[in-house]
């Protein structure tokens, strides 16, 4: 009996284990012949995304590239049909870059006080622009501030800005050249007076339009003008302020061609008026296209100043 006993489980271990290997086996053999089809759809991403990745930089491409080519081609066939219209009075794309050609491969010459290159005639404009835009920011961005912080000089000087600024910047060279006896004094004067009203007006709607919570906060806490103008106006404002200087120097660049061909000397509009009187039609285009890529430059140089600032509303 006691044998008996003990020969059942050691009969049934041997039986035991079979059933064990043979439900592994099956398991291990599912496992396997799914492995490789779980693997494929893996191998394939990579390469479908990069060609989604490819085909969207190809489509922004062809978008960033393709309508400026359509506008620049659009111009030069206006342009073509304009000159043979007027029987070649005016030049042609070709015949243009053929005396730009020669105009920039000596763009610095000096042959006397009124016959320098076109770098010396822009370089004299801008410099021009500089003092003159810089003079106006210094006077016309703290105006603005007080303009736009304080309500009664708000009242006071409303009616002079609306008064002064439509009058057309020639008006005003005379003024300048009565006071300062000089053409030169006179364009920086006519640069000066036209560009403040811009970074006045822009500046002064921007500290008007800051959040009362904000100056209610700055009046809890009892801080100074200063402490105002500095922590609180100037953050809200520079996105204002910004696109007052952008109006400023666009305005500034505009006048300061007008200004010299009254007043004469260097600069690229005597270069333009004396090309005139020459019937040099040719570098009158070339002039035309130098004013507007100068100036293309100056608001591109703006637009970057603008974005180094972290406030969004700058970027935008």
């Known amino acids: 009996m006691v044998s008996a006993v003990f020969h059942t489980p050691l009969d049934a271990a041997p039986h035991a284990d079979k059933p064990a290997t043979n439900s592994i086996a099956p398991s291990a053999l599912s496992m396997s012949a799914t492995a490789p089809n779980t693997s494929k759809p893996m191998a394939s991403a990579p390469t479908k995304a990069t060609g989604r990745d490819m085909a969207a930089w190809s489509r922004n491409f062809w978008m960033a590239v393709l309508p400026p080519a359509c506008g620049v081609a659009l111009l030069l066939a206006v342009w073509s049909m304009v000159s043979v219209s007027t029987g070649k009075s005016i030049p042609g794309p070709l015949e243009t870059w053929g005396q730009a050609v020669e105009v920039f491969s000596n763009p610095f010459y000096r042959n006397g006080p009124n016959d320098q290159g076109v770098g010396w005639n822009v370089l004299m404009s801008l410099q021009r622009v500089a003092v003159g835009f810089g003079l106006a920011a210094l006077v016309?961005?703290?105006?603005?501030?007080?303009?736009?912080r304080f309500n009664f000089l708000s009242r006071?000087?409303?009616p002079l800005i609306s008064l002064l600024r439509p009058v057309s910047p020639l008006?005003?060279?005379?003024?300048?050249?009565?006071?300062f006896k000089g053409a030169n004094p006179a364009a920086i004067w006519t640069i000066f007076i036209c560009s403040i009203w811009p970074m006045v007006i822009n500046t002064a709607v921007g500290v008007q339009r800051v959040p009362q919570d904000y100056m209610n906060v700055a009046r809890v806490l009892q801080l100074s003008e200063w402490k105002i103008a500095t922590k609180i106006l100037f953050p809200a404002v520079l996105p204002y302020m910004l696109t007052g200087i952008r109006l400023a120097v666009g305005t500034a660049w505009l006048v300061i061609v007008a200004a010299e061909m009254l007043t004469g000397g260097v600069g690229i509009g005597f270069w333009v008026w004396d090309e005139?009187?020459?019937?040099n039609v040719k570098n009158i285009i070339i002039a035309i296209f130098v004013i507007g890529i100068v100036g293309l430059v100056l608001e591109y140089a703006l637009i970057k100043l603008a974005t180094a600032f972290t406030f969004?509303?700058?970027?935008?």
């Open 140 to 148: 016309g961005i703290p105006a603005g501030f007080v303009i736009g």
């Open 156 to 158: 006071m000087f409303n």
């Open 171 to 179: 008006a005003w060279l005379p003024i300048g050249l009565l006071v």
């Open 276 to 279: 005139w009187n020459n019937l």
């Open 312 to 316: 969004e509303e700058v970027k935008t």
